[in-house]
């Protein structure tokens, strides 16, 4: 078999760097984006993440405030130089999505959004809960609203799938995903006024 070709990622094709991976675009694939892991210990922590949406895409569940992923490709940098291939989130012109961090920070961004983060806001949520997505956290900046050509805005949860608990029950049984949905979106929900003290971020958590 031959060996798939290594895909190199330049500086100018970097998007972001979170904790533990850095994503680029993916040269010639312009819907897609490809992360490359930082250190050994993202290795370790995001291997939790790849197998848990094996199990997921294997029970046929395909949630739509999720990125895809579609596998691996070798590429020029990052640990033992393996890609990770998911579909790129961001605005439709090539510009970086903003996060609902920078919605509750910004109030005259935020007014003039409200209704429609709210609506998105419980889209994720049934999405999740509908599909039975295990996160191992819900924050601001990995909540992501990517507007299309013809200006309408969607979300998108980026990163932290799958837990990293001994048994997972919830990764095979219903019952238990729908409780920890519920669990830690109420947790999420509780943990907005410790990270944030604008009244209408307040309000806003209120009505999620």
Not at 9 to 26: M, P, Q, T, V, W
Not at 71 to 94: M, Q, R
Request: net charge positive; aromatic share 14%.
């Amino acid at each position: 078999m031959k060996k798939p070709e290594t895909v190199i990622l330049k500086e100018e094709g970097f998007i972001s760097k979170g904790n533990h991976r850095a994503c680029y675009h993916y040269p010639g694939r312009p819907d897609k984006c490809i992360k490359v892991i930082l250190s050994e210990d993202g290795k370790r922590i995001c291997a939790f993440e790849f197998k848990y949406i094996k199990i997921l895409y294997g029970r046929g569940f395909d949630p739509k405030t999720i990125p895809h992923y579609y596998g691996t490709v070798p590429v020029n940098i990052g640990v033992d130089h393996v890609g990770y291939v998911y579909d790129i989130v961001e605005n439709s012109d090539g510009s970086q999505a903003k996060c609902l961090h920078d919605f509750f920070v910004d109030e005259e961004l935020f007014r003039k959004n409200e209704k429609t983060l709210l609506e998105l806001m419980e889209k994720l949520r049934q999405d999740l809960y509908d599909n039975q997505v295990i996160f191992r956290s819900l924050t601001t900046p990995n909540i992501l609203f990517p507007v299309d050509g013809e200006g309408h805005m969607d979300v998108k949860l980026i990163n932290d799938l799958g837990t990293r608990a001994v048994l997972k029950f919830n990764y095979h049984f219903g019952w238990a995903a729908h409780r920890y949905v519920n669990k830690y979106w109420a947790k999420f929900k509780r943990d907005i006024p410790k990270h944030y003290n604008q009244p209408w971020v307040l309000e806003f958590a209120k009505k999620i």
